[in-house]
């Protein structure tokens, strides 16, 4: 680091340059990751389901509709006089557009024929599966919806594909308009941090080049791996909230390194060794917390921790560059264009006093703070216990959405169109089943609990596949256990039986997700404790970092429970109460307890270095917090305001997200890090420092340092 810091200061014009060039043709050419986002990877490749999805797309052609367009009847019309329309809209479609199918109310057979038929008769129903050489993209998606409209005919469209693009076209505008409210938020939220513009503008400044930089990184991952849509609003905004909370925090030690009275590039190098290593070691903390994502076998959360490695990695890399060769080209015009002289120097003192006095006032009873401080997070933490996981559906979007209101009219007024399983029957060396074999299993089916029929769909080869539909009513968990149900018939001898669908796919995913969740958590922790030894030299420390984070967790996923599943309060955020998504579970869990040993790391840096320099505990927490809990509260607020943008989206999900983020950081920031951490440090003493004779010797060769 020593040496890093005299390059960036004494070649500090170069150093902006080469970055701030780098930074727009990264943006730039990032700019097309729009097109090249996927909205699919919920599936665990290597589960039953997804077997039972290959073998019928590759033995049947694929048979999830992309669109389906609903067509009612105009007033005083019948369905004959309907037919000639919609039959010449489809064929000329057909004849525009590469598809693999196309199949309406009148070409249809039985029993896919009464499917395509509404139960009042007023609507008819055509499925459209579209070929690969179709290259349809989310940008150019919208074009087709219009060739499937008719003149003077009400128009609905639903489908997988028609959803999944309405979900990226609104997270698409989500980013734009999270970024449009965050920004200069910060800005004037920074500008009373610091009490001056100047020293505001570079935190923003190096927000608004991660943004650019997590573009062009996303991009780059296009071209080797899937990545989800929901990625770029991830990686953006956390990156745009990571790079403020660093600017914030190095700006901070260098106004306090000037103040000292060093000169600019002395107090620039200063700040690198001091606040610049404190956000290496925090950038290496959090891209270890999301690379426990990477452990996962769905493509989604798999890309999710990608996208947020590097906006974490683009940060901390802006940060220890941008940063401090602007300070050290701003030097004492840092704080220029302030309201008032000395103005920010006296908001410090206040607030270290503040801090200070709040610090003093625990310890002096810290058993009886920890104690409630631990029940209080406990009791909110209770709901947990009811959790259960769910799915990314269609009521993620917004009410008046026209892909969810079309998908709810396939569900209300096409009752035989719900949900169903799919059973794969094969036969015994490559023969079909037997008629026999065939009559148990569709037999069995029928008998199963929640399913109203059962029907075999077609024969090829050694393949049937048969439909078995959910009785009227039949979703969630009684759709799960009817699944279970299927999957418990004996598969008559020489033949196999596999079940698939909707619901078997996401039952596959959930229990995907539980079994390497212990994996994830343990990467997690396991390189959290590692890192935080190497950095502090204490064995005590690292494990009391994972309590308070697993204790921020908990309190953080009960609330979310008690609000996003219960529904207390769900009305007025907007958004219908279900079953916690597993894929945002698993990111708010990497997300939460990245920060929250983040700012742990803000704190005991500070207070490990008092302790170096011959403080006792006690003081050492006094100093810790003197020095931070302006910076870090502030540091969390502003995070607040970029992750909270995500309230504003129509989408459930975010609006899920961003209230994670919120709680968590409120949670985290002042109760656990400002009044629980120093109150089980005091009570802890000089265990605090220990480690076996052995581990410092550890420490002594390989520590990162203070």
């Known amino acids: 680091m020593t040496r890093w810091a005299s390059i960036v200061v004494a070649r500090k014009w170069w150093v902006v340059a080469v970055v701030l060039i780098a930074v727009i043709v990264a943006g730039v050419w990032g700019a097309g990751v729009f097109s090249k986002l996927s909205s699919g990877g919920y599936t665990d ?5 997804a077997e039972v999805s290959r073998i019928v797309d590759d033995t049947f ?15 005083g019309k019948t369905l004959a006089d309907l037919e000639p329309a919609v039959t010449e809209t489809l064929d000329r479609f057909r004849a525009e557009v590469p598809t693999q199918s196309v199949t309406s109310y009148w070409s249809a057979v039985p029993p896919a024929k009464q499917l395509l038929l509404s139960s009042d008769g007023a609507k008819v129903a055509a499925s459209i599966v579209l070929s690969p050489d179709a290259h349809v993209t989310v940008a150019n998606f919208a074009d087709l919806l219009p060739k499937l409209e008719i003149d003077g005919v009400e128009s609905e469209f639903a489908g997988g594909s028609v959803v999944g693009v309405s979900l990226s076209n609104r997270l698409q505008a989500d980013l734009i308009r999270a ?3 965050a920004i200069p938020i910060t800005l004037v939220l920074l500008v009373f941090v610091f009490g001056g513009l100047v020293a505001a503008s570079v935190p923003v400044f190096v927000g608004l080049l991660s943004v650019l930089s997590s573009l062009g990184i996303l991009r780059l991952l296009t ?4 990545v989800s849509s929901f990625a770029l609003n991830v990686a953006s905004l956390i990156g745009l909230g990571l790079a403020i909370d660093y600017g914030l925090f190095i700006v901070s030690r260098f106004r306090e390194e000037l103040a000292n009275g060093s000169e600019p590039a002395d107090a620039a190098r200063r700040t690198v060794l001091t606040a610049g290593r404190t956000v290496l070691f925090s950038g290496l903390l959090l891209a270890c917390a999301f690379a426990g994502m990477l452990v996962f076998p769905q493509a989604v959360i798999r890309s999710l921790g990608f996208g947020a490695i590097a906006a974490v990695t683009g940060a901390a890399v802006l940060s220890l560059t941008v940063v401090p060769a602007l300070l050290a080209i701003l030097g004492h015009r840092i704080d220029a264009l302030s309201w008032r002289k000395g103005a920010a120097q006296r908001g410090e003192e206040r607030a270290r006093q503040f801090w200070g006095g709040v610090v ?4 002096r009873r810290p058993a009886v703070v920890a104690v409630g401080i631990t029940a209080g ?6 709901p947990l216990t009811k959790a259960t996981l769910g799915e990314i559906t269609y009521t993620a979007l917004p009410v008046d959405d026209s892909a969810r209101i079309a998908t709810e009219t396939l569900a209300t007024e096409f009752p035989s169109t719900g949900e169903g399983a799919t059973l794969v029957l094969r036969g015994p060396d490559g023969a079909p089943a037997s008629p026999g074999d065939l009559s148990k299993v569709v037999a069995a089916a029928k008998q199963v609990d929640g399913i109203a029929q059962a029907v075999v769909l077609a024969t090829e080869n050694d393949v049937t596949a048969i439909q078995a539909l959910y009785a009227e009513g039949v979703e969630g968990a009684a759709a799960g256990d009817a699944v279970q149900g299927l999957r418990a018939i004996d598969a008559p001898s020489g033949t196999e039986l596999l079940v698939g669908g909707g619901r078997a796919t996401v039952d596959d995913g959930n ?35 994972v309590a308070m984070a697993g204790l921020s967790l908990a309190a953080t996923f009960g609330v979310l429970t008690w609000v996003f599943q219960e529904g207390h309060g769900a009305e007025l955020l907007g958004v219908t109460p279900a079953p916690l998504e597993a894929t945002f579970v698993v990111l708010i869990l990497a997300v939460v307890f990245g920060l929250s040993t983040d700012y742990e790391v803000f704190l005991m840096s500070r207070m490990v270095e008092a302790r170096a320099a011959g403080a006792t505990t006690e003081e050492a927490v006094r100093i810790g917090a003197e020095r931070t809990g302006r910076v870090v509260t502030a540091a969390a607020m502003l995070l607040i305001v970029v992750t909270g943008a995500f309230t504003v989206s129509g989408l459930s999900i975010m609006r899920f997200l961003g209230v994670g983020m919120i709680l968590a950081l409120i949670i985290d920031a002042t109760v656990v890090r400002m009044l629980l951490v120093p109150s089980v440090v ?3 003493g000089e265990a605090n420092w220990w480690a076996p004779k052995w581990m410092r010797r550890v420490h002594e060769r390989v520590g990162l340092g203070h």
Not at 223 to 226: A, D, N, S
Not at 377 to 382: N, Q, R, T
């Open 223 to 226: 071209e080797v791996t899937e």
């Open 377 to 382: 997070l406990l009791v909110l933490a209770a």
């Open 179 to 181: 970024e449009a409210i």
């Open 511 to 545: 229990a995907s997700i539980v079994k390497w969740l212990p994996a994830m958590i343990a990467i997690m922790v396991g390189s959290t404790l590692v890192l935080m030894f190497l950095a502090f030299g204490s064995v005590v420390l690292p494990i009391k970092a």
């Open 360 to 363: 003093t006032r625990v310890m």
């Open 682 to 684: 005091k009570l802890m």
């Open 61 to 75: 052609g694929r048979q999830d509709p992309d669109i389906v367009a609903i067509y009612t009847v105009p007033t």
């Open 45 to 49: 490749p290597g589960s039953e389901s």
